[in-house]
């Protein structure tokens, strides 16, 4: 080995050693700032990434938007079950959510059940089925809020159950073979808390009675539903 090399060898190891250090001064930053100083940039270059310290996230820049770079961390995924009206707390999640989706299916109101719903040919609540999908979203302190809902009945399907609203994020409609109400079940996410999200129930009579059919508006009452949720960082 000659000088040259020998000196060349020593030049890397030392460089090779310096970059291994890691401190406070050779971290490289991102740009960083708000989420509304963040959402002010409308022409950023496609890819760009930016730290929000606001929500102490890292933001990338897709089409046209910011959206977060999410992680497993970010996403919670559970179920919660309805059985009356009021306020139901949920808590649990290792984050504070600034957004919640929901998914439910009328007449399924238990963790585990694995049976048809008794009488055969029923013109009640109990034979009437549909499912729904709703979010929750936290626009810095506002909640936005969505809910829909299709469903028919078991009896006969001579017009269809449809619920849609921008105040609830829970809904189910319960119609009878007519499609008209047999009644309804709706939430409302009111708060995002720092491990969860407090929903307020509420039930509404249905209008149809028949006593020979022992079809009641109360029934809705003895209903409950089971209602799997996603949240995310």
Do not use: C
Not at 36 to 56: F, H, P, R, S
Not at 168 to 174: E, H, V
Not at 204 to 221: E, F, Q, S, Y
Request: charge should be negative.
């Amino acid at each position: 080995m000659n000088f040259r090399t020998g000196l060349f060898f020593l030049f890397f190891l030392t460089i090779n050693h310096i970059i291994a250090q890691l401190d406070a001064n050779s971290v490289m930053g991102l740009p960083a700032g708000t989420t509304a100083e963040i959402n002010a940039i409308t022409t950023a270059q496609e890819g760009a990434i930016a730290y929000d310290t606001t929500v102490k996230r890292m933001l990338q820049y897709n089409n046209g938007s910011w959206q977060e770079i999410l992680t497993a961390g970010n996403v919670y995924v559970g179920a919660l079950q309805i059985s009356s009206a009021g306020t139901i707390n949920v808590t649990g999640i290792p984050f504070q959510p600034s957004s919640v989706t929901f998914r439910a299916h009328a007449n399924v109101e238990t963790f585990n059940l694995d049976s048809d719903n008794l009488t055969n040919n029923d013109r009640g609540i109990r034979n009437s089925y549909g499912s729904m999908d709703g979010f929750a979203r936290n626009n810095g302190g506002s909640i936005t809020q969505q809910v829909i809902y299709v469903g028919g009945h078991g009896n006969s399907i001579n017009d269809i159950s449809r619920f849609a609203s921008n105040s609830n994020a829970i809904g189910l409609r319960y119609g009878d073979q007519n499609g008209d109400l047999l009644g309804k079940i709706t939430g409302t996410v009111t708060s995002f808390t720092a491990n969860g999200f407090q929903i307020a129930v509420n039930y509404t009579n249905g209008v149809i009675t028949n006593t020979g059919n022992n079809v009641r508006p109360t029934d809705i009452h003895n209903e409950g539903i089971i209602v799997l949720y996603t949240a995310y960082r």
